[in-house]
Each structure stands twice: as structure tokens, then as C-alpha cells.
T-cell receptor, first 118, second 112 residues
Framework: GAVVSQHPSWVICKSGTSVKIECRSL??????MFWYRQFPKQSLMLMAT?????????EQGVEKDKFLINHASLTLSTLTVTSAHPEDSSFYIC??????????????FGEGSRLTVL | QKEVEQNSGPLSVPEGAIASLNCTYS??????FFWYRQYSGKSPELIMF????GDKEDGRFTAQLNKASQYVSLLIRDSQPSDSATYLC????????????FGSGTRLLVRP
């Protein structure tokens, strides 16, 4: 299957700092990437849809000024958590849909990035 | 509010048995349905997807879809301890651009 890589896999930061997470599609071009967040023992909650070359679409309740998304190329999307606070500590997972997926809707997931804000 | 419902479990089955995982969804217009497996601390990995009513088999896995009842299930035959994980049901709603809405997952434990 297609490979999606996330970096960093884990990060610890102080409250008030900003953290950038990268999501790359390694062997395919991704027109659309999705950012999910997962708290312990809960499901994946979609945060936003990232489209190459255009603004991201945020889900209801997700602050676009706090979670900055940039999808500057067909292989890279970044999520920046600005002024992170302890309640932002979570497992952030990106997923990508290949250009050639047609209508299957199949998504490929990155390995996830675990953020801990002290 | 689009919702995907799953029993959180844990569902405990002996090795070699059939594990049956169920999922219901609220958006009647949903088009495609996915089952993902997630090990603790890892990201989800796709097991199967299904679009049409009926059964779809892939090795030890069978997905079943009943759109009239808004119900999708996953059967795992000859369950192995390595199948122990959380199984996430995901739905692609009609009005979405391929985004997936996930259920909360069912934890499966396969006893040796």
C-alpha cells in the first residue's frame, strides 16, 4: 500500500510554544490530506481537510488560528499547533488520499505524532 | 450530526473462534464503509472496505453491509492472538470530500 510518513513521531514541549508536524506521502501524490486527533481511549476526530494549493477546511469546533495547516505541495502537508497548552496533548494522525484513488475513498494513514505539552 | 456507533467492548473470544464486530451509522446517504485495525499507540491500518450490500471476503475477514438497516459488520474467522486490537469502523458520508467519520472502536481480545 501507499506510504505516508509523519514527523516527529513524538514531541514534548512547554506550554505556550508552537509545534509543527509534517505529513508526507512518500510514493504517491496526495491532492487531499486529512488531520485527525485522538485522545486516549477515544476515536479519531477529524480536525480539518487539507487541499493542495488552497485553504484547509476545518471541522466545527476546531480553531483554525490555533491549528494552522499548510498543504504547499502534492506530497507535504503541515499542521502547526500554535501556543500549545496541556489540553492540546494528543495523538495527531494525518491521512492522505492518492490522486489515483478514483472513487474508492481509501485513505492511507501516517504513523501518528504524539504531542505532550507540559 | 453524522454518527458512527460501535460497542466499545472488550469482545473476548478464544483462539480459533469467529469474532463478530458490528457498526451502525446514522447518515443514510453514506456511500462507502471501511474497517481499520489499530494497535495501542499506533495509527490505524486498513483491513477492508465495502460499498455494495452483501458480503465481501478477503482471507479470514468478511465485511457485511446492509444499507437498509444502516449496519456494517466485520467477521474474523480463525481468530488469532495477534488479531487483538481495536477495530474502527469508518464511514464516508455522502456530502464529504472523501473524509471518513470514525466510530469509537471495538476492542477485541483473542485468548490463546
Amino acid at each position: 500500500g501507499a506510504v505516508v510518513s509523519q514527523h516527529p513521531s513524538w514531541v514534548i514541549c512547554k506550554s505556550g510554544t508552537s509545534v509543527k508536524i509534517e505529513c508526507r506521502s512518500l510514493d504517491f501524490q496526495a491532492t487531499t490530506m486529512f488531520w485527525y486527533r485522538q485522545f486516549p481511549k477515544q476515536s479519531l476526530m477529524l480536525m480539518a481537510t487539507s487541499n493542495e494549493g488552497s485553504k484547509a477546511t476545518y471541522e466545527q469546533g476546531v480553531e483554525k488560528d490555533k491549528f494552522l495547516i499548510n498543504h504547499a505541495s502534492l506530497t507535504l502537508s503541515t499542521l502547526t499547533v500554535t501556543s500549545a497548552h496541556p489540553e492540546d496533548s494528543s495523538f495527531y494522525i494525518c491521512s492522505a488520499r492518492a490522486l489515483a484513488s478514483g472513487n474508492t475513498g481509501e485513505l492511507f494513514f501516517g504513523e501518528g505524532s504524539r504531542l505532550t505539552v507540559l | 450530526q453524522k454518527e458512527v456507533e460501535q460497542n466499545s467492548g472488550p469482545l473476548s473470544v478464544p483462539e480459533g473462534a469467529i469474532a463478530s464486530l458490528n457498526c451502525t451509522y446514522s447518515d443514510r446517504g453514506s456511500q462507502s464503509f471501511f474497517w481499520y485495525r489499530q494497535y495501542s499507540g499506533k495509527s490505524p491500518e486498513l483491513i477492508m472496505f465495502i460499498y455494495s450490500n452483501g458480503d465481501k471476503e478477503d482471507g479470514r475477514f468478511t465485511a457485511q453491509l446492509n444499507k437498509a438497516s444502516q449496519y456494517v459488520s466485520l467477521l474474523i474467522r480463525d481468530s488469532q492472538p495477534s488479531d487483538s486490537a481495536t477495530y474502527l469502523c469508518a464511514v464516508n458520508p455522502l456530502d464529504s470530500s472523501y473524509k471518513l467519520i470514525f466510530g469509537s472502536g471495538t476492542r477485541l481480545l483473542v485468548r490463546p
